[in-house]
């Protein structure tokens, strides 16, 4: 099953030529969901080749290059006959903000638009075998992260034990797969445990949107496959990252190392590197163990099992 991130937007408070603002889309065998939708967000869904069929909008924050995306989204939605409900998923105290986005200008789209607040430290969408759990970061406003962190998964079958112990090939193999016991014509009962392995771990995605370093990260992250972090400034800017609540490089890595996170994305750079990110991503290489990359526009990730060979 494939989960790939394309990052659309990985600018700062302002876009440049090479960044447009926030906003993420994760695409998990199909199912594309979008984090962030900073102004121009629908171009990049195009630029990039995304596809439109956006089912949950998960917002971290209110501030302008993290929504401004919206009604024009909402409106392209409509103009190419969507029928299907879209759920947005947003901070507590934001509904009213939300729907004023949606109806800008005065425009009722004709199909659902439902804002669902929740709070960090809550569970914002329990999709088919995976949830989007959020918590808590530290900006200038209400403001949250979210986790996509998938059930685990059944143990490895094996086959050759399963077979010396008499099992024949067919449905038994499935149901014991499954966690199911089976009977076998002379009478045994074979358990699951027998023949099955240790569950194995699902996949963890988390973005922090806007935020200073905190523990709830941490948290959150561990043992993580990607982990998306605020990373606006270098550290010759460390006071200004304070000023601003957000994070350096630097700040970023050192999350990511203590959460043992596998990949560390730094995102929301600063106009001030758009000629050259090379300090961004030197630092996080020194503070953190393991791969680190500063995202791209239309840059896309895949994001493997942690198990995979």
Known sequence: MSMRVTFLGTSGAI?????????????REGERLLFDCGEGTQRQMMRFGTGFGVSHLFVTHLHGDHILGIPGLIQ?????????????????????????????????????????E????????EGDEYEVRTFETNHRTRSQGYALVEDDRPGRFDREKAEKLGIPV??????????????????????????VGDPRPGRKFVYTGDTRPVQATVDIAENADLLVHDATFASDNAGRARQTAHSTAAEAADVAQRAGVKRLALTHVSSRYAADVSQLAAEATEAFDGESFVAEDGQRVEIPYPDAE
């Not at 969507?82 to 105290?93: C, D, K, L, M, T």
């Not at 449905?171 to 089976?182: I, N, S, T, Y």
């Open 15 to 27: 876009p440049t030529t090479q960044r447009a603002p926030s906003a993420i889309l994760l695409n």
């Open 76 to 116: 392209s939605w409509d103009f190419n006959g969507r029928e299907e409900p879209i759920a947005i998923h947003a901070p507590r105290g934001s509904r009213e903000h939300i729907e004023n986005l949606v109806h800008a200008g005065g425009y009722r789209p004709s199909y659902p638009v439902r804002v669902h």
């Open 118 to 125: 929740v709070s960090a430290g809550a569970t914002a969408l």
């Open 170 to 195: 067919g449905p038994k193999f499935g149901k014991l797969h499954e966690g199911e016991a089976v009977e076998l014509d002379d009478g045994r009962v074979v358990e699951p445990e027998e023949v």
